[in-house]
């Protein structure tokens, strides 16, 4: 637990380190504020250092840097720069998305397969690469927005559908991997990794950044490896 100013056990997000992963979308701007808000220090990544630039006047006081959170060698140099200031994050954000699909079965190209898998290639590389530090961490937490696709999957979504359960899939063996780690270690669990589902984030970005702040609210055991439906 963080402790707070008081000497106090501070079980909230204050003082948490968390990682936004995709962090210039409208859902990246309401989750990297309220995380702010909430005391929380954040480094907020995307691609694109214009749009990071502007978060970064919309959202004072946080960290940004620029990062193709696809390419393996460029997740591992982000890794080593937080590391390097001895930084050790709480908490990975997963919102690198994007959609493409319609046309049914058919219409189910490998260009829009390709564009969508970019999704699940930066889950699995930053996972990997903050794995350690959510383990070490007194509350980790990884939360990926998945969507209601995974449930019911149409002919017109099929990419789409088989990218984000395949996300939510690792997403649970990176919960099985904290459970075994604090059985192993005889420790209480103290990291969480959870998938939000939802249709559409559109006006329910604050939503999502308000269930993202309250994930350091929960006890780590009865959040891990669960999915959160969001609407
Ligand atoms: N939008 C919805 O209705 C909806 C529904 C269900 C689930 N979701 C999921 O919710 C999450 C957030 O959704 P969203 O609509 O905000 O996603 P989004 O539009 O894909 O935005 C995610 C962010 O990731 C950034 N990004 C893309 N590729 C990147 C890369 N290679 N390296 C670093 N950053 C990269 C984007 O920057 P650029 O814009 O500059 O590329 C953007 O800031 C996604 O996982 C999405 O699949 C969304």
Redesign the pocket.
Known sequence: MAESMSGEQDSGVAGRFVLV????????LAVTRALASAGARVVA????AG?LERLAGDVPGIRTDV?????EA?VRGLAERLHGTAERVDGVI??????RGGGGLAGQSEVDYRFLE??F??LRLVSRAFDDDLRASTGGRLA??????VARPLAGGAN?AAV?AA?EAWTRAVAQGFTKNAKDAGTPLSAAAVA???????G??DT?AGAVVGLWAQDAASLNDTVIALD
């Open positions: 992963a995709g962090a210039t979308s409208a859902s990246g990544v995307g691609h694109d749009k990062c193709d959170l696809t390419d460029a997963h919102l690198v998305g994007g959609w970019r999704s290639t930066a990926i927005v998945s969507s209601a696709a789409y984000k996300s939000f589902r939802v249709k559409s984030l559109e329910l970005e999502l």
